[in-house]
């Protein structure tokens, strides 16, 4: 089945500086990307997502890339507000129904 | 749109009781899923429905877990007898169809004593 590889497990990072979070998958038939944010005691948010005919997506601070040789896909945090200190998730969906395999998850801390 | 509905929000028992987490979808959506998160193994996928029929129970620990939709707008999580390994929160989602974005509900901290 598919495995997902998230990194870092943990990111400190300056208000204002950008943050950068990877993940890797192993399913090459893997066809969808969400990103997850989860607040403590809350439940997992989507965030954004992308798909795989998408190299790169963007919604105001944050952005997407998508490598498919590679099979890896990252997340950009800009301009970091104290606000944006969460857990988040990236998963990958394999290409056969809807099932999401999680990566590890990655506590991010902006310090103001 | 009220999203998806679980309850109850906490539960604490003893073990060896019966626990039951129920999940309402938010109205529409063909899929359901069940996850359980823990600091050791993250989220993991339990088991999902379509169209009220469960697609993949690969991820259900053992024979204790046993999940049910009835109908389109409910479904039950039980966990018969339970352990104190089985504490964790326990989230439920729904999604419009596949390769859709799940929307999860605030889930039910569970605690077995």
């Known amino acids: 089945g598919e495995n997902v590889e998230q990194h870092p497990s943990t990111l400190s990072v300056q208000e204002g500086d950008s943050a950068v979070i990877k993940c890797t998958y192993s399913d090459s038939a893997s066809n969808y990307f969400p990103w997850y944010k989860q607040e403590l005691g809350k439940r997992p948010q989507l965030i954004i997502d992308?798909?795989?005919?998408?190299g790169e997506k963007k919604d105001q601070r944050i952005a997407v890339t998508l490598n498919k040789t590679a099979k890896h896909f990252s997340l950009h945090i800009t301009e970091t507000q104290p606000e944006d200190s969460a857990v988040y998730f990236c998963a990958a969906s394999e290409a056969a129904g809807n099932k999401l395999t999680f990566g590890g998850g990655t506590r991010v801390l902006v310090k103001p | 749109d009220a999203g998806v509905i679980q309850s109850p929000r906490h539960e604490v028992t003893e073990m060896g009781q019966e626990v039951t987490l129920r999940c309402k979808p938010i109205s529409g959506h063909d899929y359901l899923f069940w996850y359980r998160q823990t600091m050791m193994r993250g989220l993991e996928l339990l088991i999902y429905?379509?169209?009220?029929?469960?697609?993949?129970d690969s991820g259900m620990p053992e024979d204790r877990f046993s999940a049910k939709m009835p109908n389109a707008s409910f479904s039950t999580l039980k966990i018969q007898p339970s352990e104190p390994r089985d504490s964790a929160v326990y989230f439920c989602?729904?999604?419009?169809?596949?390769?859709?974005?799940?929307?999860f509900g605030d889930g039910t901290r569970l605690s077995i004593l």
């Open positions: 989602a729904s999604s419009w169809t596949g390769n859709q974005p799940q929307h």
């Open positions: 992308i798909r795989s005919n998408v």
């Open positions: 429905f379509n169209n009220n029929v469960p697609i993949d």
